[in-house]
């Protein structure tokens, strides 16, 4: 029998035997956290890296004759969510292959994750003879190969099953996976149930209405205002799902002229299944994307920059000024390289530390380790067009009329949040949009009048992180009632 009646105890930092275990596992892990920080590959390190990546800016395709063709770079906007169909790299399915989950997402320009391409369905002859992509021809839909290293995945999806279905609707999954099969295998219909039988083989426009059919399964492709959470923020579910009609409206016209009738290619779809494309407006807008992942100079360094200014949405440039502002205690617009260093960083920038020293060293122009902050925003700041100044001025009239004077306080009390944009669609609440418009603005008094110069630098910032008219203008009307 074991006698534990001992006089005295092992302490831990004695070394015998496996005493010591404990105190070796941790300085074993410490070791290879520090190996990991080092050589970035630490989860949340990885994790930044393949968001910023996504992010990036990606070239779209520009239709010189206006119709669709094969291998062109384009982004699908579902009618319903008006999110953009989007690859997220980050969440892998928990499936034998490789695959990924797609949604709809809202962005203000083409990124990595938002840009597929077409190309077509080589197992089956091209009837056609061009590469124009026609009604009823099958494709295949790609993701950009930036964002995998290469790598081919095809947006692809398949019947139904109590294991394999959307994660949220449980109605049928789709994905991005790297197998060849015919379930990758799509094709589109015009949207309009009239037209839609003498559209068969006719060239795709692209500024048509669409209707994507999962060949295999012979249902459309959907998107609604489902709410997808993931690491890039609120988003919505994609799935294949057909939404119809249920009304015979179409069938009793029809019927009444003494025509055939099919019941369901007759009937209209929701706008969940219906999808349009958006193409390179300009054909400067369609660009070599090598030089977005070459860090060789500050050009391409710069567009990088710009691209992940802008994804932070319309308050993005304005946003950077202000922690460069905040950081000038002595008003005079310089900062010396830890501060813009920190700056960039504090702000959510994805800089190693050389990047950030070539940008630095471009402004530095007389060498003294300080450069004018606004020199460097200036690089983003684009001149308002003559239309999204007009909407500035109807703006700041607006206010100065209804309040007598522009102030902080007055447009803090005039502003309609209820029906800005990122509100309306779901992206924010009213509480965020508001403190967004806020926060952004200089501190200090809030009944200290506004000049228009000032009320003006701060929508070019604003319009310097919006792309699109529409949008601007969209932000101002419904922002002050215009």
Known sequence: MHNYNVDHKYKFQTRIGNWFEEWELDETKKKDYLKNRQNGQLASIVKDTKTNFSLRLASLSFPQDDYIHFGFHLMIQNVKTQGFLSIDIQERLKIGEEAYNVTTAQTSQPTVRSVFVIIPYTKEPNYYGDDLLHYGQHFRIVANPRISNNKTFYLHSLPQTPTRCAKISRKQEVCAIESDVFNTVWKFEHADPKIRFEMEGQPVRSDDIVLIKHSFTQHWLASDEIIYQNDFGREREVFVHSYQCLNKTQNLIAEKEGRTTIDIPLRNQEPQNLWKFQVAKKQNEQFD????????????????????????????????????????????????????????????????????????????????????????????????????????????????????????????????????????????????????????????????????QEFGEFYQDVSSSVQQDESFEAILKKSWNL
Do not use: C
């Open 289 to 452: 994307e090598s030089v977005m992942d070459d860090n060789r100079n500050v050009k391409n360094l710069m567009i990088r920059v710009k691209q992940q200014i802008t994804s932070r949405g319309a308050y993005g440039l304005r946003g950077l000024a202000k922690v460069f502002m905040e950081m000038d205690q002595n008003n005079n617009g310089q900062v010396e390289y830890n501060d813009f260093k920190w700056g960039l960083r504090n702000f959510g920038l994805s800089l190693s530390e050389d990047e950030t020293k070539m940008i630095f060293q471009t402004f530095d122009k007389n060498g003294n380790g300080k450069i004018e902050f606004n020199e460097f925003l200036d690089a983003f700041r684009l001149q308002m067009n003559e239309k999204r100044l007009y909407y500035v001025q109807r703006a700041y009239a607006s206010i100065e009329q209804k309040a007598g004077k522009v102030t902080l306080e007055t447009m803090g009390r005039l502003i309609n949040v209820k029906e800005h944009p990122d509100v309306l669609k779901g992206y924010k609440t009213e509480r965020q949009v508001f403190q967004d418009f806020v926060s952004n603005w200089n501190k200090g008094n809030p009944d200290r009048v506004i000049p228009f």
